[in-house]
């Protein structure tokens, strides 16, 4: 069996340019930057085989996957599952001041050895959203198509791909990731 999965997260938004973290309680749409970055992203997938894309429900992901798949003319199913995780409290604060108020927590949070069981205070923690997004890609794997997009998040791709030896880092809008299984053997490629 070979499976390919190009997952993708979402273009920017006003809250990204701020600094601020979203989480999958707010629910901002791209910026202008953001939609020129999803036409981008589409262009460079055009010739990659993509059958499906699979999108979170948020609209920063719909969007990005919708401009993708209208440029590939393929179709578009959502999966509330790859969703942003759930940052609690410190949704919709700025970076700078939730380094200052969680001093603990922030410090591990892109840490690669750094503990899964954390999250931020009503929040998911990192291994919370890894097992969530591994349980999709588990379903995925059962599904017909064999090249297949995924339109998420920063968060919930960088725990995912750490199960996949991706050293966890902050992740600019539109990042690129392949993922493919074939005979057994998973391997992963960053664009």
Same mark, same amino acid.
């Given at each position: 069996?070979?499976?390919?999965?190009?997952?993708? $997260?979402?273009?920017?938004?006003?809250?990204?340019?701020? $600094?601020?973290?979203?989480?999958?309680?707010?629910?901002?749409?791209?910026?202008?930057?953001?939609?020129?970055?999803?036409? =981008?992203?589409?262009?460079?997938?055009?010739?990659?085989?993509? =059958?499906?894309?699979?999108?979170?429900?948020?609209? $920063?992901?719909?969007?990005?996957?919708?401009?993708?798949?209208?440029?590939?003319?393929?179709? #578009? *199913?959502?999966?509330?599952?790859?969703?942003?995780?759930?940052?609690?409290?410190?949704?919709?604060?700025?970076? &700078?001041?939730? /380094?200052?108020?969680?001093?603990?927590?922030? /410090?591990?949070?892109?840490?690669?050895?750094?503990? @899964?069981?954390?999250?931020?205070?009503?929040?998911? &923690?990192? $291994?919370? @959203?890894?097992?969530?997004?591994?349980?999709?890609?588990? =379903?995925?794997?059962?599904?017909?198509?064999?090249?297949?997009?995924?339109?998420?998040?920063?968060?919930?791709?960088?725990?995912?791909?750490?199960?996949?030896?991706?050293?966890?880092?902050? @992740? *600019?809008?539109?990042?690129?990731?392949? #993922?493919?299984? *074939?005979?057994?053997?998973?391997?992963?490629?960053?664009?």
């Amino acid at each position: 069996m070979q499976k390919v999965f190009y997952i993708f $997260r979402h273009g920017e938004t006003e809250y990204n340019k701020e $600094r601020r973290w979203q989480g999958c309680g707010i629910d901002m749409p791209l910026d202008m930057t953001g939609e020129a970055q999803a036409h =981008e992203l589409a262009n460079f997938l055009q010739d990659k085989g993509l =059958e499906i894309v699979y999108s979170s429900p948020l609209k $920063r992901a719909l969007q990005t996957a919708e401009v993708v798949v209208e440029k590939l003319n393929i179709p #578009l *199913k959502i999966i509330p599952d790859l969703r942003e995780g759930c940052f609690g409290e410190v949704e919709g604060m700025l970076k &700078t001041d939730i /380094a200052r108020a969680y001093p603990e927590i922030f /410090a591990t949070w892109y840490e690669e050895d750094g503990p @899964m069981d954390i999250g931020f205070p009503g929040g998911e &923690t990192k $291994r919370q @959203m890894q097992e969530r997004m591994l349980k999709v890609l588990d =379903e995925l794997m059962k599904t017909k198509e064999t090249v297949i997009g995924i339109a998420s998040h920063g968060s919930s791709i960088r725990y995912l791909l750490m199960k996949f030896g991706h050293k966890p880092s902050a @992740m *600019k809008n539109t990042a690129l990731f392949k #993922l493919s299984f *074939k005979d057994g053997v998973w391997e992963l490629k960053e664009y």
